[in-house]
C-alpha cells in the first residue's frame, strides 16, 4: 500500500504494492497495476502498467531550492561527506569554544535535589534516579514519536531510501533538518544529565559520544533497543571491570567489547543482517 495515500476516483482500480506520491491525482477509470510507482503531484489518465514509474510533478520541488548550509550542499553526494563534514564543524566548534572561552573545566549544577534514597541497603542517589527516569522518558517518547507520528514514519522512509522517499513526496530536507534539530535537543538534554557528573568541558562530549558509538555498534546500528542494550552493557562491564580488576582498564572495555562484536556478530547482538546488491 502507499505510504501517502492520495485522491483516487471511485472507479479507479489501484493494484497491490502500488506507491502514490504526494498530491497525486488518479482519473476515473483508470487501473494502476500491482508495484507501480506514482510520482507526487502526477495527474494518471490512462492505465499504468505493473511495476511502472509515473513521473510526478510536485508543486515545490526539492532539487530547485537553494542550498542553505553545509547539509544541504552536500545531502546529494552521499552519507559519508555529510558526516565528515560534520565532524569537521564538531571539531571546528570545539576549538572556537577552547580558544574564545575557556579549556578548564567548569562544575555545573544538578537539575535534581541533592541527597541519597536508601532502599534494602542499596543507596542512590536522586540525581541517579533522576536521570534515568529522562533517560528513560526520552526514549519512549521518542520512540513514539517515531513510530506513531506520520513526521516520524516520514523521516524513517528518508532514512531508508532516500529516492523512493522523494519520489513519494517527502519533503526530503525538512526530514534531514528536523532529525538535526532533534539530535541538537537530546545532546543539550544529555550534557545538563551528565556535565553534574563529568563537569562541564568544551569537549566533554567526546568520551561519551565515543561509547554511546560503540553502544549502537554493540546492540546493532538499525534497533534502537539495541543501541540500549549496547550502552547497558557497556556501562555494567566498565564497572565490573573497574571494582573486581583494575581501575585502569576499564576505559578498555567498551572497545574490546565492540571489536568482539565488529569480529564474530558484526550486524550487532539485536541488529539483522540485510543483503544489498552492488
Request: aromatic content about 8%; proline content about 5%; glycine content about 12%.
Amino acid at each position: 500500500a502507499a505510504f501517502f495515500v492520495q485522491r483516487a476516483a471511485r472507479r479507479t482500480v489501484v493494484g497491490h504494492d502500488t506507491w502514490i506520491g504526494h498530491g497525486a491525482m488518479i482519473k476515473p477509470d483508470v487501473t494502476v497495476g500491482d508495484g507501480a510507482v506514482i510520482g507526487a503531484g502526477a495527474v494518471v489518465t490512462k492505465d499504468v502498467a505493473p511495476y511502472t514509474i509515473v513521473a510526478g510533478n510536485p508543486a515545490r520541488p526539492i532539487r530547485d531550492r537553494q542550498p542553505r548550509a553545509i547539509a544541504d550542499r552536500l545531502m546529494g553526494h552521499g552519507v559519508i561527506p555529510l558526516v565528515i563534514a560534520t565532524l569537521g564543524v564538531s571539531i571546528a566548534v570545539k576549538s572556537i569554544v577552547r580558544a574564545g572561552y575557556s579549556a578548564e573545566a567548569h562544575p555545573v549544577p544538578s537539575p535534581f535535589p541533592e541527597g541519597i534514597l536508601s532502599m534494602g541497603g542499596i543507596n542512590v542517589s536522586y540525581a541517579d534516579i533522576g536521570t534515568l527516569v529522562m533517560a528513560g522518558a526520552i526514549v519512549i517518547g521518542l520512540q513514539a514519536f517515531l513510530n506513531r507520528t506520520v513526521t516520524g514514519r516520514a523521516m524513517q522512509a528518508v532514512a531508508q531510501n532516500t529516492e523512493s522517499a522523494r519520489v513519494l513526496g517527502i519533503d526530503v530536507r525538512r526530514m534531514v533538518a528536523y532529525v538535526f534539530g532533534i539530535n541538537a535537543v537530546l545532546a543539550v538534554v544529555t550534557a545538563l544529565l551528565i556535565a553534574p557528573t563529568y563537569l562541564a568541558k568544551f569537549d566533554m562530549g567526546d568520551s561519551i559520544g565515543q561509547k554511546a558509538f560503540f553502544a549502537a555498534i554493540i546492540g546493532g546500528f538499525n534497533q534502537t533497543r539495541g543501541a540500549l542494550l549496547g550502552g547497558v552493557l557497556i556501562g555494567v562491564l566498565e564497572n565490573l571491570v573497574g571494582f573486581y580488576v583494575s581501575p585502569a582498564y576499564k576505559e578498555g572495555v567498551a572497545l574490546a567489547l565492540f571489536l568482539a562484536v565488529i569480529l564474530f556478530r558484526p550486524e550487532g547482538l539485536l541488529g539483522k543482517a540485510e543483503e544489498r546488491k552492488v
